[in-house]
């Protein structure tokens, strides 16, 4: 006698998507780290300058007006400057150091970009904008009476930028009043607390968005997809 046996097989449909959404949430995970280290790397990033970089802005009363930039910019390049005061100020660098994502755990997706701690400059060299920068004064040169400027002291303009080969002197060995020069160091009027000082010149424009992001995902794409294997495991 032959026997025959029906089986009945039942799919948990709700196990299986269940397994589905977490293999999903690690194959986004992984898929952030890529883009995101892909998205540090699209900088051009430089260390700020022992010297500052000197300039002739313009004149001010008849004495020419310089410029001390300790970060200069490069034409045509978006800059991410390295934290000069090393790795325990991470939380006030800049935007290489304050990219995150996050995976959505709803929609199954993943978004990439600036922190909240990122300051205005981060949002602005990612998104772009408008900018203005203000030449504010740190001191004239050369230097009288005893509050004297450290910074203006240690780093001293060039001669030829003072006016008639540099300060000259009066008969009596004082520095004449002609050659004193205003000097200034460029910052983000908006953003910088204002002191009782004066500003020397403006400067403002727009500036396009850089994309990091998206040149980090562009340049990544193609491994994205192999995150999804072997993702997904029973029973």
């Given at each position: 006698m032959q026997v025959r046996a029906k089986v009945k097989g039942k799919i948990n449909?709700?196990?299986i998507k269940k397994r589905t959404k977490e293999g999903t949430q690690k194959a986004l995970h992984g898929a952030g780290v890529i883009v995101q280290r892909s998205a540090r790397k699209q900088f051009s990033h430089r260390n700020v300058k022992s010297k500052p970089q000197w300039s002739k802005v313009g004149t001010?009363?008849?004495?020419?007006?310089?410029a001390m930039d300790f970060r200069p910019p490069i034409a045509g390049k978006i800059t991410s400057w390295k934290n000069p005061r090393g790795r325990g100020a991470t939380r006030t660098g800049f935007l290489r150091t304050l990219i995150n994502?996050?995976?959505d755990r709803r929609r199954d997706s993943v978004a990439i970009g600036?922190?909240?701690e990122a300051v205005w400059l981060n949002k602005l060299q990612e998104f772009g904008g408008s900018g203005q920068?203000?030449?504010r004064l740190i001191g004239r040169y050369p230097q009288r009476g005893k509050n004297k400027n450290a910074l203006l002291e240690k780093h001293q303009p060039p001669a030829a930028m003072l006016g008639g080969g540099g300060p000259r002197r009066d008969k009596r060995g004082r520095f004449a009043r002609r050659g004193r020069a205003y000097v200034g160091i460029w910052i983000d009027p908006v953003h910088t607390r204002r002191r009782p000082t004066v500003d020397l010149a403006k400067s403002s424009g727009r500036?396009?968005?850089?994309r990091f992001m998206a040149k980090g995902l562009a340049a990544k794409r193609d491994r994205l997809?192999?995150?999804w294997g072997n993702k997904i495991s029973g029973p």
């Open positions: 449909v709700r196990h001010k009363d008849g004495r020419p007006v310089l994502f996050e995976v600036p922190t909240n920068r203000v030449l500036v396009p968005p850089a997809a192999a995150e």
